[in-house]
């Protein structure tokens, strides 16, 4: 190829667009430091807990401990049953997370598939229960988990989690999106409505789902008003009902403090790393579909 087609070839293509414009510059500067307001507590909290205590309170404050040490993190070990309650909230938002899914995809392909008289004012109820906040069912739910002698027991932390008229809600809209020649296809085959859910439209809903999954895992983990009202035996504690606790009893120890806060959330952070592409796939498939 000569010079001058060359020259002809990148005289048609217009003018050649910078690599680094003004708009991807300012909006990773911008992107930056969001990131970093959001690290900031983060890294000041295991600072804090990498101090001892009489540094904790020095003024003026500095950043990084003189002599770091992990004196904290023993003594929340050693002090405390934090582990027993990272296996509460373990065994907890499990058990939320695979019945939250498992009640989410059933109403959801109902109320997407289904034609039933009424269906309409309950969907429309179902959106009217999104803006209902959860606190304003605290006093009956418990007095039901009581009639129920729930309270102190897993199924009682559990069970008033478990329906989410959001996940719901983005589930249908989800499978609205979905073409119902596959579902034709295995009508076909001879499959049911429940042979079809679970071999078709979940297969074809994973990344959503994942993203449900990982929302309600860590909405579970976090939530604190519930179980903190639920659970009077120290035993069955998760860890932000814990955390709390531990706060309460060992007063200003910031460093034990700071401790029990990063490991409680060291969980979530591992979980996220891991899986944030599922996430981020399935809130973008989530608004491409819906």
Do not use: C
Not at 13 to 27: C, D, E, H, I, Y
Not at 119 to 143: H, S, T
Not at 226 to 237: A, C, G, K, R, Y
């Amino acid at each position: 190829m000569t010079a001058q087609a060359v020259s002809v070839r990148l005289a048609d293509s217009g003018p050649v667009q910078p690599r680094f414009g003004f708009a991807k510059v300012a909006l990773g500067t911008g992107a930056a430091l969001l990131a970093l307001l959001w690290l900031v507590p983060l890294l000041w909290a295991l600072d804090t807990s990498l101090k001892p205590e009489p540094e904790t309170t020095r003024t003026p404050i500095t950043w990084l401990p003189a002599a770091p040490t992990a004196a904290a993190y023993s003594s929340v070990l050693d002090q405390g049953s934090i582990l027993r309650w990272f296996l509460n909230s373990t065994i907890v938002a499990i058990l939320v997370t695979a019945l939250t899914l498992l009640v989410s995809v059933l109403a959801a392909y109902g109320f997407s598939r289904t034609r039933f008289p009424g269906r309409k004012p309950l969907f429309g109820l179902l959106v009217a229960g999104i803006l209902v906040p959860p606190q304003v069912l605290i006093v009956p739910l418990f007095a039901e988990m009581t009639s129920l002698r729930l309270v102190d027991t897993y199924w009682g932390i559990v069970l008033p989690q478990v329906v989410a008229p959001v996940m719901v809600f983005v589930l249908k809209k989800f499978f609205d999106g979905v073409s119902r020649d596959y579902e034709d296809a295995a009508r076909v085959d001879g499959a049911g409505r429940l042979r079809i859910v679970w071999s078709v439209m979940v297969p074809m809903s994973r990344p959503i789902l994942g993203a449900v999954a990982i929302f309600t895992f860590i909405g579970a983990w976090n939530n604190f008003l519930w179980p903190f009202i639920v659970t009077t035996d120290p035993s069955m504690m998760t860890i932000p009902v814990g955390l709390a606790n531990v706060q309460g009893s060992y007063g200003l120890r910031y460093a034990q403090i700071m401790a029990s806060a990063v490991l409680g959330g060291l969980p979530l952070l591992i979980i996220y790393a891991l899986f944030q592409r599922h996430v981020v796939r399935g809130v973008g498939d989530a608004g491409v579909k819906g």
